[in-house]
């Protein structure tokens, strides 16, 4: 089989690091991608958010499936025109994508599936969402669109939320603002692989999104995970498959929008049960980096099952223990990131367990490994528990060396043992 997998993450680099340890392929691409995930695949300039482009290049290299990684190219329609064309891709159309793309539509979703989820009121004005958001007190504002992991406040007061709605406002993603009722609870991420109307379920992970040890500061892209999440317990995860993944599954199929492809469930566990924060259209960055890591079975054929509509296994066999990924992050992130500062101690071999995926890495004009984006790398560890896999990862993460170099030492530190 010929692969090509779209993106230039941490998340792709471990997606083209499972791939390309199927029996099944005869050729890996990868459009941009990055240094490290050229040492697995043949990287392409290809512009992943560009269907007509993508389209072009998959016909030309006769390219049995592509794997969409980041959200944009779905929401652009790369999906769409690749089916249009008859190449077989792993990753929703537009239109599916919309759980992503549109906060507003996945709460609608969410409600005509009976899906659980914090009580939520739209605008389409942001002075009426300031007003409404006065009169409610703490309350949460989330813009409509897609805005990069920025377009949420968590608000303590109805000023504090009025002022978020005003801001929101001036953006093109705050267009539209939902307030949501403030839940409280800790977050897990469950993702399923799904074929249109069947799934198979990943095992939970948990993402840290604050730049700081002990969640303080801002919100970041994520810096770090782990997995399997022990704060849902096997039936439980049964049980979201059953009351957020089918209804939602079935919902968009409703809607004429099947969803073949990654879809992620951000949770957050209340007094009440889980409840449904956001959906992503897509494998979740940092999580996907040690789920993968987790993953025994070839990942291949169940990317394929899914993009065909035929996915009949119930269950991805795992390995024993679990995974942990500290992510690196250069100087100046989450705001703007220093570039180019060289990166020192990845060229040895890695401990047994370990795998270092590349995500803003570039080589220098000569030959040097520098940063190039805010979050550098992802130091992965799979080993027989979570306190193992932290002890692997954090002692090659302080091996790899840069200039800013910034990573949290309380990844999966708080996890729950079983
Ligand atoms: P989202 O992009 O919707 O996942 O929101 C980003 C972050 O904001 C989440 O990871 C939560 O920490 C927080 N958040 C979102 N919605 C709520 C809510 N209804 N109640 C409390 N916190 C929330
Ligand atoms: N880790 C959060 C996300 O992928 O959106």
Redesign the pocket.
Known sequence: MRLLVLGGGAREHALVWKLRQSPLLSALFAAPGNPGIATHAELVAVDPNRPRAVTDFALQKRIDLVVVGPEAPLVAGVADALRAAGVEVFGPSAAAAQVEGS?AFAKDVMLAAGVPT?RSEVFDDAQAAAARARAWGPV?V?ADGLAA?K??V?ADSGEEAAAACLALGQVPAGKRILL?????GP?LSVIALCDGTRFVLLPPSQDH?RIFDGDQGP?TGGMGAYAPAGLLADAELGEVGRAVIEPTLKELARRGAEFRGALYA?L?LTKEGPRV??FNARLGDPETQPLLMMVKDDLVPYLQACARGRLEASAVALHSGAAVGVVLAAHGYPGTPRQGDQIHGLDGAQPPGVQVFHAGTRLSDDGKLVTAGGRVLTVCAQAESIAAARVLAYQVAEQVRFEGRHFRRDIAAKAPVH
């Open positions: 906060k914090a949460v989330k992991g377009g949420v968590v949501e009722e403030r839940l409280s977050e999104k919100n951000g957050m924060l956001e």
